[in-house]
């Protein structure tokens, strides 16, 4: 399993509609999460932590499964300003060794 | 102001020069860090830098030097630079906080990057 892996995309919903991504990793010492959402030529911002079972924000809901080790986002009304691209950012501390790593990215658009 | 700050926002250079990348942030963090985004590849580290004493590699750091000037600054350098460092390169800074019992996270914040090109 690669360290961390999301859905490729992209997605390409109306208006509206619930949408979902998926984003897998590999090290089960890993304790808190992050979605970043990423417009097009910007800097990532933060979106959603999730440390627990989830977290909800909204119309965004972040879920973890630790078991599985994969976590989701869930954005439900879609608006035309949620295109971006969203990125899955799992960090890693241990002893000395710091590491955080991002995904690919999956590419939202949402369409009129 | 933005709180984190790069400069220049965009560079072109030849191959075999030497260049730097600078970053200042005014949010009064201690962590620092540099990341290269490459499409299809995503965002990696190159370096970062828990205080003013400390620097550390991160994933690609063959290449790429850095200083810790002060807590506020932190720069990258290119010593020859080389067409595949053509990319977007992304400064960050981070501060530690409680999120949970027992658990410390950190949100990350970005400068607005600089777009380097590489003939």
């Known amino acids: 399993r690669k360290e961390v892996e999301q859905d490729p995309g992209p997605f390409n919903v109306p208006e509206g509609a619930t949408v979902a991504f998926n984003c897998t990793y590999s090290?089960?010492?890993?304790?808190?999460f992050f979605w970043y959402r990423q417009d097009c030529r910007k800097e990532p911002k933060l979106l959603m932590s999730?440390?627990?079972s989830g977290n909800e924000d909204g119309r965004f809901t972040a879920q973890l499964n630790r078991a599985s080790q994969y976590i989701s986002l869930l954005i439900r009304d879609s608006k035309l300003s949620d295109s971006a691209t969203y990125l899955c950012v799992v960090p890693y501390s241990g002893g000395s060794n710091y590491k955080l790593t991002f995904g690919k990215g999956t590419l939202l658009t949402v369409n009129p | 102001d933005a709180d984190v700050t790069q400069t220049p926002r965009n560079r072109i250079t030849k191959t075999g020069k030497r260049i730097m990348l600078e970053c200042s942030q005014t949010k009064g963090h201690d962590r620092m860090y540099w990341y290269r985004q490459d499409p299809g590849l995503g965002l990696r580290l190159i370096y970062y830098?828990?205080?003013?004493?400390?620097?550390n590699k991160g994933e690609i750091s063959d290449g790429y030097s850095v200083s810790r000037q002060a807590q506020a600054k932190f720069s990258l350098s290119l010593e020859s630079a080389i067409p595949n460092q053509t990319a977007l390169y992304f400064c960050?800074?981070?501060?530690?906080?409680?999120?949970?019992?027992?658990?410390?996270?950190?949100?990350?914040?970005f400068g607005p990057g600089t777009r380097l090109l590489v003939l």
């Open positions: 999730v440390y627990s």
């Open positions: 830098s828990f205080d003013v004493k400390d620097i």
């Open positions: 090290n089960s010492a890993s304790q808190s």
């Open positions: 960050a800074t981070s501060d530690p906080y409680p999120s949970e019992p027992g658990l410390t996270s950190e949100t990350q914040y």
